[in-house]
């Protein structure tokens, strides 16, 4: 739907809302698209949801549950009737239920369980930690035997196919459930009716394990051009297939987490929630500790500043130029930080890299520095200050720029080594190191060149 | 094929490549799936890959070019002869083939096209920008007339079926060629085969327009889940399709770009290039424009202490703090402007919501400010400083944290309104921007508080 068709329904709805004409807006929420239709559901008061919920019929209300964040999810199925949830979590795929069960109390999602027709299509799932290839996997998928003939599977597909979610591609499997091979529906309407399949799948299916991290389901998607990617037991058995759908969500929610961590924001709870959803207390708890933390690190500064405290009294002009030259360093060391965060995200740089990424950041921020060197140098003559200090300045600005370079660069590689996510190593975090740092070399160079010190 | 497997391989070639045994490693490559390919061929010194790329088999160089990254396709086909680079180009998706010939010289583009048998699949993608939906999307889907029947539509699939690339969808068109409805395959072989399409057609089809941003085409896709998205021209004509393995390399290059653009990097041209294929000139010119001008904000600062100069030296104290108090502005600002610009580009904030931002990332900012204020007051306390100073700088910790998380959360808004990419008001940016303002809200602070001022 164009987008000022969208608000013009969008108007009709809320007008239809306001005069307490529930039906009306019934009508037209249940002619939207799914993902529209969510949107707009999500930004109505908490109470309205509730109060429309339970108008819905049972297909749309399972879809408005699907499109909804967890949350929202969890919040919207505990208001529900259990007879009706139950309904509602039949109709839902696999996956989708799963999560649903996943959030809601023990008690209340027991009784749902109870009450379900296909509980046995969910209960696999639910054992899974979320963040893994496991949790995300649906159980909704063809499987064939390998002396199945073409014209058999689909006649098959015809009887089963309206259920499954994904019906073009067909897994093959040994008499022990172990992935053998996959087949196209392409191929199969190509295929003479009387060949078996194993005679014209793909034995060389990429798999990934239950266990596995969801990024890394992710990533194998993305580098294989996979629409679906089927998960197995350490056993070889296929137990799920994770969809195209899901994994655009997960890239989306680990990019989120990176920026935000990136940002010296501890992202790990927050990054798969809308911005409206989160409380400020909780807003504050993401933000506050890393704050903290680099307060702390700051402090710092101060110790170094009092250190050269005699120095500054003799020649006052040079706490002057403190934030700028600081700064400086913060910035280049930020971008060199974050260069090499999404190298490694990326899986172009691994740790064995290190002395490569440093020759290069360090002949990068040598050129960045020599550059930027010359600026200052003209502009601290031009500000009327003695070309002495001009040269400290200058001269502080190459070495800082160098060192935050590789600092930038050494830190992030450092934090994989040890396994933990480089993305917490944040541009802020690195401008911190290399504030102290920085104000040591200042007061070096100072020292080394003017007379008076 | 497990990441062990691949390794031991990868040694293979290696040490046939050393040996100078091409044809071995020639078969060796071909054997391996082509994102793994094309990984450990980039690796290669340059001059191996011109050698080797010769010994290919027409269609795995064609994979080999689909894989490889714009530059590096281009370098590799700049050195094919013609005949081959047209056989090759016939090879490739058409979509793929526009991308390498709208890389190369024009006279090297017109004679590879002159060669080629497919030339008329790809001449209407040439004139597309890259960074539209039109210049992603590829013209090798399926197209059915409104009366054709279920049955002539598999005949017909059978036929092309081979060739196509997105065989698992099929539209629609009427006469004149107009989008207007969509069929998935497993409709058509659901349905009786005397049905015509359109009885059994989706009418509702999501398109895009020819000339719309690909990230849009992008989050079209993952908004309502497709594997695929028909793009059409002002008069609603059927010019070709996006398809699901595109989007994400898509997703993966703009969430590179704002992650590059937050750290004050101008990503605009190298986002979508690999790490190791930047060369160092173009690392310092992507990071040089920022620096400085970040370089020219911070000289502010200089102004602002310059002004203050005679209240530092009767509190020599005072300079003590300012690398401490500017790092906690900077620190808090990068967190909310990050926040925002995440909540913008996932649409979830929009520039009308200003106020309410600013509501919400002020209260956040105000608890962040008095739980800072209280750690930097004991913190002063415990240095043996006076308890005047310590107010000081507590309160001054209290107004910053405020203030840079206002400045964080109306600057991204802002710059959306004028139509400029929120990701370019950076981190570094805000911070230098709270940098000058938090040294005067500092003094303000001090000379209220402190009497000797």
């Known amino acids: 739907m164009e987008q000022a068709a969208f608000k013009q329904v969008q108007a009709h709805i809320r007008a239809a809302l306001a005069g307490g004409r529930f039906a009306e807006a019934v009508y037209l929420l249940s002619g939207l698209r799914p993902a529209d239709r969510a949107d707009l559901f999500f930004r109505l008061d908490q109470d309205l949801q509730v109060a429309l919920i339970e108008h819905f019929d049972i297909p749309v209300t399972a879809e408005i549950l699907e499109e909804l964040s967890d949350e929202a999810a969890r919040d919207t199925a505990e208001g529900m009737s259990t007879e009706r949830l139950a309904d509602v979590l039949d109709q839902m795929d696999p996956d989708d239920a799963a999560d649903v069960l996943g959030d809601l109390t023990p008690a209340k999602a027991a009784l749902a369980l109870a009450e379900m027709e296909d509980a046995d299509e969910v209960i696999p799932l639910l054992s899974h930690p979320d963040e893994t290839a496991g949790g995300l996997m649906t159980t909704d998928y063809v499987v064939l035997r390998r002396r199945t003939r073409a014209g058999e599977a689909i006649e098959f597909l015809r009887q089963v196919g309206p259920e499954a979610e994904t019906p073009y591609y067909l897994y093959v499997v040994d008499r022990h459930g172990r992935l053998i091979g996959v087949v196209g529906l392409r191929d199969l309407i190509m295929a003479d009716p009387q060949t078996p399949v194993e005679e014209f799948m793909d034995p060389d299916v990429v798999a990934i394990a239950t266990g596995a991290d969801q990024e890394q389901a992710a990533r194998t998607m993305a580098r294989y051009d996979l629409a679906i990617l089927p ?41 798969n929630r809308p911005y409206w959803s989160l409380h400020i ?25 009092r250190r050269f405290q005699t120095q500054m009294e003799s020649v006052i002009s040079l706490s002057l130029f403190v934030p700028l030259l600081i700064g400086t360093g913060g910035n280049a060391g930020s971008q060199t930080v974050t260069t090499v965060i999404r190298a490694i995200a990326l899986d172009e740089v691994r740790t064995r890299d290190v002395l490569k990424v440093l020759w290069r950041e360090g002949r990068a921020g040598a050129m960045l520095g020599l550059l930027l060197s010359f600026v200052a140098y003209s ?8 070309s002495e200090l001009a040269l400290v300045v200058a001269g502080t600005v190459f070495a800082i720029t160098v060192w935050a370079n590789l600092v930038g660069a050494v830190v992030p590689l450092l934090a994989s080594r040890l396994g933990v996510d480089p993305t917490v190593m944040s541009a802020p975090l690195i401008s911190t190191l290399v504030d102290a740092t920085g104000l040591l070399i200042y007061f070096t160079v100072a020292i080394l060149i003017l007379e008076q010190l």
């Open 379 to 386: 502009w601290v003559l031009l500000t009327g200050l003695s």
């Open 281 to 305: 207390p909780e807003v504050v708890r993401s933000r506050f500790v890393w704050l903290l933390v680099l307060f702390v690190g700051q402090t710092l500064t101060t110790a170094v500043l």
């Open 231 to 271: 998960v197995v037991d350490e056993g070889g058995l296929l137990r799920g297939v994770i969809t195209y759908d899901d994994v655009i969500d997960v890239l989306e929610e680990e990019a989120t987490e990176d920026v935000l961590n990136l940002a010296a924001i501890e992202a790990g709870s927050i990054s």
